[in-house]
């Protein structure tokens, strides 16, 4: 059984910042990509950020410049940096991460529980 635990989520005022963890654990064979999504009330979940096994990242445009991904493979944990927040930030942030159990060849995709970001103004 594998399991996505986030953390660190929280209130924060505009322009501060929080740092999100998300750790994997169970029987996992190696890991593949991992990222942020997000989603808003009345809205689709979006990607926010990933990164590859190798530390390639790619962010969405309105988190450029603002947030910062990262991860420890020795830990199987994916970080989260937000800086400078926006109202418009606010959401409930999922980790998400493709998985090898080991079995065979086929990565599977597994989900934290969410953790929720809401920054006032």
């Known amino acids: 059984q594998v399991q996505l635990v986030e953390s660190g989520g929280g209130l924060v005022q505009a322009g501060g910042s929080l740092r999100l963890s998300c750790a994997a654990s169970?029987?996992?064979?190696?890991?593949?990509?991992m990222g942020w999504y997000r989603q808003a009330p009345g809205k689709q979940r979006e990607l926010v950020a990933a990164?590859?096994?190798?530390?390639?990242?790619n962010y969405a445009d309105s988190v450029k410049g603002r947030f910062t991904i990262s991860r420890d493979n020795a830990k199987n944990t994916v970080y989260l940096q937000l800086n400078s927040l926006k109202p418009e930030d606010t959401a409930v942030y999922y980790c998400?991460?493709?998985?090898?159990?080991?079995?065979?060849?086929?990565?599977?995709?597994?989900w934290g529980q969410g953790t929720q970001v809401t920054v006032s103004s």
């Open positions: 990164i590859s096994r190798g530390g390639s990242t």
């Open positions: 169970g029987v996992i064979f190696s890991i593949d990509a």
């Open positions: 998400n991460a493709d998985i090898n159990l080991g079995y065979s060849s086929r990565m599977h995709a597994f």
